[in-house]
């Protein structure tokens, strides 16, 4: 195969240290804005709540939403700096008309999820719950929200424009559910954020590289110009929903494609070149182009990628660094047959160039960030982390640390990453806390 559409690929795929610190130029620009409650693609929003200071103490449910996977969990939290444990925990996937049928179905099977959780571990108490719902939610204080967008696929109707606790209430109540109470309501890079600063008081940051892609930031409130409301705190955690971040972005012909077919156009463009939903989605647009022009795959496209979503973000981490015996396994349940060698190179080709450019835009993002945040001391700053992509892509931590040392000119720069593993879970629970402890 000639190898002049792959070579521009992957040329068109870089992200120069230059557009990086373009990026980041343009993040501050754009906080700034979305602080004041200006023309901005970052909302910026209000999380009323300060990172937590280690002290909290107790047993918190909590429940987390944020992918077809939807989690509850009881939580133990120590005090004293000491990390959270996770005493029961459970896990249900839900199903397609949960996720984009009626609002009422989606927050009638969480509720009986709860219920069922809250029974076989015969939690009988009362308890004051954190619900992590990670989506573009406009928190009114610490308790209540509404939901200004559905992302990543979900379009469950009559919630947009609604209080979700309250709607999530109402189906408690519908199901006698009456010992548990929601008292913080976040998302879940406020989650993550939260769960590090218990065990780490240089955390100011919550980043989630998973199915999505967003980032929660700790300013100083009197930065906050489109006000706190009651909130007394002299710092207050913002979600900045950063995946809709669309300045500087070195968009290419097949993002473009992504967005139109997407089914929120113009909308998240940062996370739809960052995040593990739209990867493999990316490969798939590039290696249909390189099936019709220059005759992969003997000029056929393959079944997995006729459609938009069979292609999977695991299946990239295996073509990428897995054994020959793995990536042999998977070639066979997804084509079908082995790879020839060219078949595999242009694949890992692809898969890397995706992935590298997605750490590269993930860390101009960062740093951007970082120069809006308010320190809790005058050491390192620390960036928890929590997702797949981070977790478990090969060699993404490293690609991200390269990236921010390139974008600050500074090998480490006082900045640590710290993977902080079911952070959106944990955190709700966390906050519930903190929550608990300040009435
Ligand atoms: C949502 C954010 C969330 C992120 C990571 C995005 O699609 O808009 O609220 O934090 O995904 O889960």
Redo the contacts with the bound molecule.
Sequence with gaps: MKDSLLDKMTRDFEVSVKQMRQIKAAMGKEMDAGLCGGKSSLAMLQAYCDAASGKEKGFYPALDL??TNFRVMMVKIFGGGRKPKVVAEAKYKLTREQISGAGDVLFGAIAGYLKKFMKENKFTAEYGMGYTF????KLLGIDEGILMRW??DFSATGVVGKKVVELQRQAMAALGLNNVNVVALA???VGTLQTQAVVDPNCVMGV?L?????ICVRVASRRIRKGVGKYHGKCMII?M?A??FNKALPLTAYDRQLDKESGNRGG?LA?KMI?GKYLPQLVRLIVVDLVKKEKLFAGRVPEIFRHKDTFQAFYMDVLESGSEKEVGKLAKQIFGRVLTVEERLVLVLVCHAIARRSARIAAALISGALTRVEKRSKNKVAVAID?SLFEKYPGYHRMLEEAISEIEGVKGKGISLKLTKDG?GIGAAVIAAVVSKAD
């Design positions: 944020g992918g990670s989506f573009p939610v992302t990543k998302n879940d890079t989630i998973g199915t999505g892609f967003n979600n929903e995946g809709n998240q996370e995040s997702g959106s």
